[in-house]
């Protein structure tokens, strides 16, 4: 939904070019920013989640001991996101991601509606 709302906001950016009042090529711009900003910050989400997983899994664990071969695992394995680390949370991020994909969509119909009439 992320990729589908970016590429909304650009074809909203390219149909309001030269049509209708000049404001509204800058809000459109300004809306895929935005929106573009909101994908960038959650693209690394499902990795950090990973990396935090191991993390917390490290702290429990001891490097010496009973433990040792696990713990060297974890230290030098590269953390795979699971289905859960990919899942989406609706933080403000997230909502704020939705929130300029409608107003992208809004500005594409608008966009249409100046160029065909």
């Known amino acids: 939904m992320r990729w589908a709302f970016l590429i909304i906001a650009v074809c909203a950016v390219v149909v309001l070019w030269g049509v209708g009042p000049e ?3 800058y809000v459109a711009f ?13 693209y690394d989400d499902p990795i950090r989640r990973a990396r935090r997983r191991v993390a917390d ?3 429990r664990l001891k490097p ?6 696990l713990y060297q695992q974890l230290q030098s394995a590269a953390p795979k996101p699971t289905t859960d680390d990919r899942r989406v949370r609706y ?4 909502l704020l991601n939705v929130a300029t994909g409608l ?9 249409i ?5």
Do not use: E, I, K
């Open 113 to 117: 509606l100046l160029r065909v009439l």
């Open 30 to 42: 300004l809306v895929l920013f935005a929106n573009f900003a909101t994908v960038c910050v959650q």
């Open 57 to 59: 899994r490290l702290s």
């Open 103 to 111: 107003a992208a969509a809004g500005l594409l119909v608008w966009g």
């Open 91 to 94: 933080g403000p991020m997230t």
């Open 64 to 69: 010496g001991g009973r433990h040792a071969d």
């Open 23 to 25: 404001y509204a090529v």
